[in-house]
């Protein structure tokens, strides 16, 4: 299987050479398609894992995923796992055209950003590797709102109390400071939690404060413990990434191969059925119909294989001719109904082939 003409690569030695040629023209057709999903108001960014641990100048490992070997997928989607947009890491990371020069990880987020509305209300979620000042900043100035952890070798001219000193205070205290950054109002919270976060925002502070359960190891007990309304929004937002790579991973396709780009092929295609499956879900719910009506992960791969396999083909079976006495003889000895035929899915039943009713003397 081929997706690109392979006698117009360029050769191993050019440096402006497409590590991803034989899979571009499918993975820019994904990205079209991708992008022009509606977005929604909470949108996140992070890293994810194609499993992988064959011979490939691609492959990175990243030890906190589950599957620490593979090729890193940079994915914009929102809460709920739906993809609007996504970049394959290929090595060294360049600054997005016309746009400033952030670093490497805030370079990332701002090509995946670039699709969403400006000043349509649109609130960014992102980790500690993505997220910096000026990142925050720049994305503000668009219009986008954004929160996120971030390292304090980031936040140069902003000091916060010491991770020793906040964590002799009690798990749940914390350090908010507020500042005002190019016209732009940033909040920077230090939590104590099991380790000490940080966290920076542009639209929200710690109020209004919650409270969370978190297990004690001492007393080997639950305690509710005091919670800023900045980390409640961050842990109830960010999550979108993770939930996408357990929709995938519940039945990924396990095909091998030694080429790169089928194992790319194969993530790519588990993830078009899961974007299928979270639009399908989303229009249900926008219609008010109960969820026990709508279709699990499974089922919906399960009637896309079918539509697939049987669209414009006909699977009727085929009347053998016989003689008139043996038709008789048939008859007679049966006289009870045949085989009911399963009624097709709905994205074959109305394509005109093979699906028509037949008469019967039959009741």
């Given at each position: 299987?081929?997706?690109n003409?392979?006698s117009?690569?360029?050769?191993?030695?050019?440096?402006?050479?497409?590590?991803?040629f034989n899979i571009r023209?499918l993975?820019?057709k994904?990205?079209?398609?991708?992008?022009?999903?509606?977005q929604?108001?909470?949108?996140?960014?992070d890293e994810?894992?194609v499993?992988?641990?064959?011979r490939s100048g691609?492959k990175?490992y990243?030890?906190?995923?589950?599957?620490?070997?593979?090729?890193?997928?940079?994915v914009?989607?929102d809460?709920?796992?739906?993809?609007?947009?996504f970049?394959?890491h290929t090595g060294k990371?360049?600054?997005a055209s016309?746009?400033?020069?952030l670093g490497?990880?805030s370079?990332?987020?701002?090509r995946l950003?670039?699709?969403?509305?400006?000043?349509?209300?649109?609130?960014?979620f992102?980790?500690n590797?993505?997220?910096?000042?000026?990142l925050?900043?720049?994305?503000h100035?668009?219009?986008?709102?954004?929160?996120?952890?971030?390292?304090?070798n980031r936040?140069k001219?902003w000091?916060?109390i010491?991770?020793k000193?906040?964590?002799?205070?009690?798990?749940?205290?914390?350090?908010e400071?507020c500042?005002?950054?190019?016209g732009?109002?940033?909040?920077?919270?230090k939590?104590?939690?099991t380790?000490?976060?940080?966290?920076?925002?542009?639209?929200a502070?710690?109020?209004p404060p919650?409270?969370?359960?978190?297990?004690?190891k001492?007393d080997?007990?639950?305690?509710?413990?005091?919670?800023?309304?900045?980390?409640l929004?961050?842990?109830k937002?960010?999550?979108g990434v993770d939930?996408?790579d357990g929709?995938?991973a519940y039945y990924r396709?396990?095909?091998?191969?030694?080429?790169y780009?089928m194992r790319?092929?194969?993530?790519l295609?588990?993830?078009?059925?899961?974007?299928?499956?979270?639009?399908?879900?989303?229009?249900?719910n926008?219609?008010?119909?109960p969820?026990?009506?709508?279709?699990d992960?499974?089922g919906?791969?399960?009637?896309?294989a079918e539509?697939?396999?049987?669209?414009?083909?006909d699977?009727t079976?085929k009347?053998?001719c016989?003689s008139?006495?043996g038709?008789?003889k048939?008859?007679i000895a049966?006289k009870r109904k045949?085989?009911?035929?399963p009624?097709?899915?709905?994205d074959?039943?109305?394509?005109s082939?093979?699906?028509w009713?037949?008469?019967?003397?039959?009741?």
């Open positions: 299987m081929h997706f003409d392979s117009n690569m360029s050769a191993p030695t050019d440096e402006k050479r497409d590590k991803l023209l993975v820019d994904l990205l079209h398609k991708f992008q022009a999903i509606p929604q108001q909470m949108l996140c960014i994810q894992i499993p992988f641990k064959g691609l990175q990243s030890p906190i995923k589950p599957n620490k070997w593979g090729y890193k997928i940079f914009l989607c809460s709920n796992g739906l993809v609007n947009n970049e394959i990371i360049e600054p016309i746009k400033p020069d490497a990880s370079n990332v987020v701002l950003a670039s699709i969403v509305q400006v000043n349509m209300s649109h609130l960014l992102f980790d590797w993505f997220s910096s000042l000026r925050v900043i720049e994305l100035k668009k219009g986008i709102h954004t929160l996120g952890t971030v390292r304090q936040l001219g000091r916060l010491d991770d000193r906040l964590k002799t205070l009690g798990r749940g205290t914390y350090e400071k500042a005002t950054v190019e732009v109002e940033v909040v920077v919270l939590w104590s939690d380790k000490c976060v940080t966290y920076i925002s542009t639209y502070d710690r109020d919650g409270i969370v359960e978190r297990r004690d001492k080997k007990q639950f305690i509710e413990v005091s919670c800023p309304n900045v980390v929004e961050y842990n937002f960010m999550g939930l996408l929709f995938v396709t396990k095909l091998r191969s030694k080429k780009y790319f092929f194969f993530h295609l588990d993830m078009v059925t899961v974007n299928g499956w979270l639009q399908y879900r989303r229009d249900g926008s219609l008010e119909i969820s026990k009506k709508l279709m992960g499974l919906f791969r399960s009637e896309v539509g697939l396999i049987k669209c414009k083909k699977f079976r009347r053998v016989k008139s006495s038709i008789e048939n008859l049966k045949g085989r009911v035929t009624t097709p899915t709905k074959i039943r109305m394509d082939v093979g699906h009713p037949l008469p019967s003397d039959r009741q």
